[in-house]
């Protein structure tokens, strides 16, 4: 089992920037794939970031390739979701996801309960 936890949602204009986090306990963090999700009010969850154990493998999607960029300290047991240039169809529920594979898009195993972030214009 993998807990995650995830925090740094809020409010934003467009143009600015923020940082999600998400704290991984359970299991030896540095073994667990990790990535991002997100839902927008209405809409279906859709993939945003993956990022392999060791971090050197990375996925985005269109979206928000250069914009966002995803990291991890296995130190700390923690993912990051930098997320720049923000619009306001950023809004969204941002979900942390661990385990699992990724094979054209992220298939995880373990969620997150969420942190919504919202970007007005």
């Known amino acids: 089992q993998v807990q995650l936890v995830e925090s740094g949602g809020g409010l934003v204009q467009a143009g600015d920037s923020l940082r999600l986090s998400c704290a991984a306990s359970?299991?030896?963090?540095?073994?667990?794939?990790m990535g991002w999700f997100r839902q927008a009010p209405e809409k279906e969850r859709e993939f945003v970031a993956f990022i392999n154990t060791n971090g050197g493998t990375t996925f985005y999607a269109d979206s928000v390739k250069g914009r966002f960029t995803i990291s991890r300290d296995n130190a700390k047991n923690t993912v990051y979701l930098q997320m720049n240039s923000l619009r306001p169809e950023d809004t969204a529920d941002y979900y942390c996801?661990?385990?699992?594979?990724?094979?054209?898009?992220?298939?995880?195993?373990?969620w997150g309960q969420g942190t919504q972030v919202t970007v007005s214009s």
């Open positions: 359970g299991r030896t963090f540095s073994n667990v794939n």
């Open positions: 996801a661990a385990g699992g594979y990724y094979i054209r898009t992220y298939y995880p195993t373990y």
